[in-house]
């Protein structure tokens, strides 16, 4: 995987103005000339990420699918649960401006978050009181934090929390589906077995089999079924790669996702 650590592979990342590219009889995909490099962009991570969040729930079409997070990632699950044809797509996330723009982008209806306890409410009341068919983590294992989740994380010798994960158990109904896109990169106490054995939910966790998916997912785009570069909020040369990961890292300035033109 590239740009991932050593965990990985130890494979440089693509932020440069040339690559070299193991394996490159496997990896690489040709992208028609009718593309532009920004519509083939996000062919590459989150498109894939996202759409993967909606297939594993296997979505026949009419669900409501309710997604966690609004960044890059949740807003191609919401695009990817359009494509299948379900009938509500909430998206939550802690900042508004986020979910502006992805109710601008696809339509769908928006919960700010306040607390799990609210978020969970919202969702059952936007769903007659029976939870979501599917929920979609697409924040990981670092949501924004009160003292309170922090000193629990100090007691449970524990990095980040696990709060939007459990909102998604509580949120989601019975019999219903939990797709876990968003990073958790250790073991937590207290993930609710218990909730999930009694409620029956499956759920389904871990990285984006991209290559089993890609060569679908660019004919979406070939067909102009689904547009991607329209979350992009900043265009920077490489140059200015540390301000780029400062504003996406902060939320600043209206970030959502920045893109770096090594030829800029
Ligand atoms: N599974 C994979 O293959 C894969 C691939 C790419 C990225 N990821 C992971 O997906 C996650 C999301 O990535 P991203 O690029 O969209 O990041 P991001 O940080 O831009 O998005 C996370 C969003 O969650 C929001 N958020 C924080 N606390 C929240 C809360 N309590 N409730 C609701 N929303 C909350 C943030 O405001 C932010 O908009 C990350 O963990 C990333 O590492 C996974």
Request: glycine share 10%.
């Amino acid at each position: 995987m590239f740009g991932y650590s050593d965990l990985y592979g130890g494979y440089n990342g693509g932020q440069a103005q040339y690559v070299r590219v193991p394996y490159a009889n496997f990896g690489p995909r040709k992208i028609a000339d009718s593309l532009t490099d920004d519509q083939a962009l996000f062919l590459t991570d989150i498109f894939p990420t996202g759409y993967t969040g909606v297939m594993w729930a296997d979505l026949k079409g009419g669900e409501t699918v309710a997604i966690f997070g609004a960044g890059p990632v949740g807003s191609m699950a919401a695009k990817s649960a359009v494509l299948h044809n379900a009938k509500k797509v909430i998206v939550i996330d802690t900042l508004q401006y986020r979910l502006d723009q992805i109710k601008k982008l696809t339509g769908c209806e928006t919960i700010l978050w306040k607390d799990a306890e609210q978020t969970v409410e919202q969702i059952r009341d936007m769903t007659d009181g029976r939870g979501a068919d599917v929920c979609i983590e697409a924040v990981g294992f670092e949501p924004e934090r009160n003292l309170l989740d922090k000193a629990k994380a100090v007691v449970n010798f524990e990095k980040g929390s696990i709060k939007v994960l459990d909102a998604c158990m509580s949120g989601v109904k019975r019999g219903g589906f939990v797709s876990i896109l968003g990073v958790y990169p250790m073991n937590y106490d207290n993930f609710r077995v218990g909730q999930m054995f009694d409620k029956g939910i499956t759920l389904k966790a871990g990285q984006s089999p991209v290559h089993a998916i890609i060569d679908k997912l660019i004919k979406y785009v070939e067909t102009g079924q689904v547009k991607l570069d329209d979350i992009i909020t900043h265009r920077l040369s490489l140059d200015d790669v540390s301000k780029g990961y400062e504003i996406f890292d902060k939320k600043e300035d209206g970030c959502v996702k920045v893109v770096l033109d090594p030829w800029k």
